[in-house]
Protein backbone atom coordinates (compact mmCIF):
# COMPACT_ATOMS: atom_id res chain seq x y z
CA UNK A 1 0.00 0.00 0.00
CA UNK A 2 1.32 3.40 -0.69
CA UNK A 3 0.64 6.70 0.47
CA UNK A 4 -0.36 10.11 -1.08
CA UNK A 5 -1.11 13.48 0.16
CA UNK A 6 -4.27 14.85 -1.33
CA UNK A 7 -3.40 18.36 -0.41
CA UNK A 8 -4.26 20.28 -3.15
CA UNK A 9 -6.59 20.21 -6.48
CA UNK A 10 -3.74 19.26 -8.84
CA UNK A 11 -2.60 16.49 -6.73
CA UNK A 12 -5.95 14.74 -7.30
CA UNK A 13 -5.97 15.69 -10.44
CA UNK A 14 -2.35 14.20 -11.02
CA UNK A 15 -3.45 10.75 -9.29
CA UNK A 16 -6.83 10.68 -11.50
CA UNK A 17 -4.80 11.02 -14.81
CA UNK A 18 -2.32 8.51 -13.54
CA UNK A 19 -5.11 5.76 -12.49
CA UNK A 20 -6.67 6.59 -15.95
CA UNK A 21 -3.26 5.87 -17.48
CA UNK A 22 -3.76 2.21 -16.02
CA UNK A 23 -7.30 1.69 -15.59
CA UNK A 24 -6.90 -1.30 -17.99
CA UNK A 25 -3.95 -2.71 -16.18
CA UNK A 26 -4.11 -2.05 -12.49
CA UNK A 27 -7.21 -1.10 -10.13
CA UNK A 28 -6.32 1.39 -7.54
CA UNK A 29 -8.19 1.79 -4.25
CA UNK A 30 -7.96 5.62 -2.49
CA UNK A 31 -8.58 4.58 1.15
CA UNK A 32 -9.47 6.92 3.77
CA UNK A 33 -10.71 5.87 6.68
CA UNK A 34 -13.42 3.80 6.05
CA UNK A 35 -13.84 5.28 2.84
CA UNK A 36 -12.80 3.20 -0.33
CA UNK A 37 -13.07 4.88 -3.67
CA UNK A 38 -11.87 4.29 -7.40
CA UNK A 39 -8.75 6.40 -8.32
CA UNK A 40 -10.10 7.35 -11.46
CA UNK A 41 -13.37 8.36 -9.96
CA UNK A 42 -13.00 12.20 -10.09
CA UNK A 43 -15.73 13.06 -7.74
CA UNK A 44 -14.46 10.60 -5.24
CA UNK A 45 -11.07 11.89 -5.38
CA UNK A 46 -12.05 15.29 -5.22
CA UNK A 47 -14.36 14.17 -2.07
CA UNK A 48 -11.04 13.79 -0.36
CA UNK A 49 -8.79 16.83 -1.21
CA UNK A 50 -7.11 18.16 2.39
CA UNK A 51 -5.91 14.34 3.34
CA UNK A 52 -3.57 11.91 3.02
CA UNK A 53 -4.78 8.71 1.72
CA UNK A 54 -3.74 5.13 1.42
CA UNK A 55 -3.42 3.24 -2.50
CA UNK A 56 -4.22 0.06 -2.60
CA UNK A 57 -3.02 -1.12 -5.98
CA UNK A 58 -4.83 -4.63 -7.56
CA UNK A 59 -2.73 -6.46 -10.62
CA UNK A 60 -1.92 -9.31 -11.98
CA UNK A 61 1.82 -7.60 -12.78
CA UNK A 62 4.01 -7.13 -10.42
CA UNK A 63 5.85 -4.72 -12.43
CA UNK A 64 3.01 -3.05 -14.02
CA UNK A 65 2.54 -1.95 -10.16
CA UNK A 66 5.87 -0.98 -9.44
CA UNK A 67 6.18 1.34 -12.90
CA UNK A 68 2.49 3.13 -11.62
CA UNK A 69 4.72 3.74 -7.90
CA UNK A 70 7.92 5.22 -10.18
CA UNK A 71 5.46 7.47 -12.05
CA UNK A 72 3.37 8.53 -8.71
CA UNK A 73 7.22 9.65 -7.19
CA UNK A 74 7.50 11.40 -9.80
CA UNK A 75 4.38 13.56 -9.83
CA UNK A 76 4.89 13.74 -5.93
Known amino acids: ??????????????LIRLC??????????????????????????YSLIGNIVSLDLHAKDEGTIQRFATELERVI
Open 1 to 14: MLSYNLNSMKAAEC
Open 20 to 45: EKYRDTIEVDVIHGRQTIDGASMLGV
